[in-house]
């Protein structure tokens, strides 16, 4: 219980309309931008009136379980960042808790919590100096970015060119990326003796894609996966308690 504490108390300050920060983590953005499309797919259910109410209930039931899973997920991709105080994707999260019916709140916000809590386990605490580290990084490399852009706004003006729309990145790469993580992941979680987690991933992570996409994402998750077994090949029994 105390673990799960803390949490509750970071969500409750981003309980409110209107927060929204934009992440930079390209991970977490991809994978928010997938339980955006479960919610609005989850929220069409529970508008359509066709059907029986059993089978209403089912198909609420299904689609909030993917919700929930992908929520499990965030929590786990979301420990590192957080334990150095970085708490943005909270409030991007509680926006997407906020788009639920009240019942199915408390499932997303504990599911979030124990995928949290397993990352905890399974991954070293970093120290203040190494959080300092990764927070300074992020701010130089804003800064370089901002002022990389005034110095163009200024070349523009002198050369008075018209300003060219920014090329739109392919939606499909978001996928791919969050397929490839969510494999690089499964490595681990299989060889502690998680032996469905390739299925579950399919089924919850992929299965939530467009189906266009889908087949690029097995091959993304597959080639995440075989990068997982290189990074832990001295991965032993004892690291997985």
Known sequence: MSRIVPIILICQLFFMPGVAVALEDQGLSSIMSIIDKAVEAFN??????????????????????????????????????????????LAEFTQRVQKMPDEFRNSMRDSFQVGFDKSKEETALLSEDECERLTQSR?????????????EKEVEKEQKVVEKPKPVEDPQLKHL??????????????FCGDK??????????????????????????????????????????????
């Not at 499990?72 to 979301?78: A, D, F, P, V």
């Not at 957080?82 to 708490?87: E, K, P, V």
């Not at 370089?144 to 852009?149: F, G, L």
């Not at 969050?178 to 299989?190: C, I, N, P, T, Y």
């Open 44 to 89: 069409a259910k529970a508008e359509d009136e066709q059907g029986t109410e059993e089978e209403k209930k089912k198909k609420l039931e299904s689609s909030s379980a993917i919700i929930v899973n992908l929520s499990r997920t965030l929590g786990k991709l979301s420990y590192s960042r957080l334990q150095c105080g970085q708490a943005d994707v």
């Open 139 to 151: 701010n130089l490399t804003d800064k370089k970015i901002e002022a990389n852009v005034e110095e």
């Open 177 to 190: 990326r969050v397929a490839e993580l969510s494999g690089q992941l499964a490595f681990k979680r299989k």
């Open 196 to 241: 469905q987690v390739v299925t579950r991933d399919f089924n919850e992570v992929i299965g939530a894609m467009p189906e266009e996409f889908q087949d690029a994402a097995k091959q993304s998750y597959w080639k995440g996966y075989k990068r997982g077994k290189r990074l832990n090949k001295s991965l032993k029994q004892e690291n997985c308690l």
